[in-house]
């Protein structure tokens, strides 16, 4: 049984107030854990490498033992780094990558097949049955999303239709289903705990974010028994104490998010039209809409954002396929840059773009375009271009991809965006966040800390156990990084708005 909220205050527990947060950020391509104090300040950090498989084309799978083996090595290279051990630690917050699906035996703890990755593609024939059932409707009136391969619905379909033997053992209960929160959370306690969060659950496909319950709609038109589904708690509360063989003061395990919901709890994204873009390999984009699950018309999904505090926040999510990854291909296929942190001065040691647009549509367009098909163009050039024209028309990229997806958030949203808080590796580019700031004609703030997505899941764990009062000391607490307010000139952005639509427009197979 899980605890009341108001079991899991420090204050009561008569120990007094310890240190420490540790989170615990289970990512794609790597696993982390960190040390906070009260200050929000990072105090040590450990993290590892993943090892990912590509067994066919388009098929991506991961080890859940190495995941869960891994995570344990840094959450104990961390504390032996800082001298921070688990009686010093308040608490541990998990974020995680999303969507990723393991499925394991009820007995044997061992997983039936590995992890499905996020990225894998294999289900693309059972998202197109569903569409052709005339699903679509009812799991985006239900669910908040498209129809797509990258949830976990299809992938645990799969799981089930191929591994022998699964159906029946699903059926007779012997099997377990889980996110990698999940995942790790049930192998964390010992077996204790079998549980996701309201954000994870979001990302399944399976979940109805209105009803805030696993759907038996959905449940039986892709064949998957509800016994196989954990069970569903708020962000931040009680995940049960770690296992003494793994932590000897058995820290309790208190904050679980998906990692984008984290970064955005990070960000304290807290009011309705908050807003923040992660600009890594791909961005990705989170609009708070309230109590609202906005029903897009833009090609945007509706997520649940934060759920905290017993109220639940809904977001507006886009995502951009290729970012930073336009930088890496500069660097690694073109050769014209050797390092991604000197476009900023390369993009900023000419006047303009000179008429030049690179629209990165190396896997087709995504929000708002939706169009697969369309193929990457360089359009505007002209003898005088040269490497600095390309850079800039590169990093110019990202900024516009992210306002065509947030202006079709403030449509959607009925909202005007006041501000943006950024992240990731390429927001350390100046050019292109003054270029953003620009474009958009509102203050762009970064984030002080690299890592906003483990610092979300140690404020939501930190929140569940009192050692953070409530969101107004995260508020004042929270650190913030460098402020690029809008210095464009309204008729030029317009003028660069029009040249990028059309280049874009050049790109497009399918004419709207
Ligand atoms: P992820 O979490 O998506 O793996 P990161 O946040 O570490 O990624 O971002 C990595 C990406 O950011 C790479 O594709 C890299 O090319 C790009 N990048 C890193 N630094 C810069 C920079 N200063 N300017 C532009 N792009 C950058």
Redesign the pocket.
Known sequence: MPLNFSDLRLADSGFGRPDYIMAIDS???SVRAIIVDEYDCIVAQASKPVTTFYPQPGWVEQDPMEILASQISVMTEVQFKSGIHSDSIAAIGISNQRETCVVWDRDSGQPIYNAIGWQCRRTAPIVDRLIAQGASETIRSKTGLTPDPYFSATKIKWILDNVSGAHEAAEAGELMFGTIDTWLVYNLTGGAVYATDYTNASRTMLFNIHTLDWDDELLSLLGIPRSMLPEVRWSSGDFGRVSGEIMTHRPRIAGVAGDQQASFFGHCCFERGDTKN?????CFMLMNTGDEAVDSKGGLISTIGIAEGGSISYALEGSIFH???T??WL?DKLGIISD??E??QIASSVPDNAGCYLVPAFSGLGAPWWDPGARGMITGLTAASDRATLVRAA?ES?AYQSYDVLRAMEADAGMRLSGLSVD???S??EF?MQFQADLLGIPITQAEAVETTALGAAYLAGLAVGYWEDREELVQNHGRGRRFDPAGDAGEMAHLLSGWHDAVARTRTVIQ
């Open positions: 990512g794609t391509t992660t600009y890594g390999t791909g970012a930073g990854s930088i890496q660097r991604a942190a476009t900023s990093c990202m990731g590796a390429a350390r580019n292109i």
